[in-house]
């Protein structure tokens, strides 16, 4: 199993077990921007999609600061897919995709920083108490 596989592995598993059977949670830990997880639907290819994102607020606005959405695969691997961060009007993509929303073409080196800033966002989260003693609602 190659480095990139468990490293999808490791995100699946964080993504599901913060989600388990819900739809859409917040978790709250005192000190820090809320985290919210939603199943946002499938890919073309019929795989889950997982948003996790920091939220704040701007003029009433909710703002993603950031927003990664991960594509988790039958093999138990959650792959991230774009990142967003609302307050920096930034939204970057790694594949783009036909009129069917299959993918085309791929962007390797933001597939390989994507990869990288999840790792490190995880770390943090789990250093920060979000896996482990958050304040957990149920948003559906």
Do not use: C
């Not at 190659?2 to 913060?18: M, N, P, S, V, W």
């Not at 943090?124 to 559906?140: I, M």
């Amino acid at each position: 199993m190659t480095t990139t596989e468990k490293t999808y592995q490791h995100f699946a598993k964080i993504l599901t077990d913060l989600l388990g059977n819900d739809t859409a949670i917040r978790l709250i830990v005192t000190g820090y921007m809320p985290l919210s997880l939603e199943y946002i639907g499938q890919s073309a290819e019929g795989n889950r999609l997982i948003a996790i994102s920091h939220t704040g607020e701007q003029n009433g606005d909710l703002m993603r600061d950031p927003e990664m959405v991960f594509e988790l695969h039958g093999q138990g691997m959650a792959e991230p897919l774009s990142f967003r961060n609302d307050y920096m009007g930034i939204l970057q993509e790694v594949y783009e995709y036909d009129d069917e929303g299959k993918k085309t073409h791929v962007r390797p080196k933001l597939k390989q920083d994507l990869k990288s800033f999840a790792r490190t966002w995880f770390s943090n989260l789990k250093a920060q108490g979000f896996l482990t003693e958050a304040k957990r609602e149920k948003l559906s």
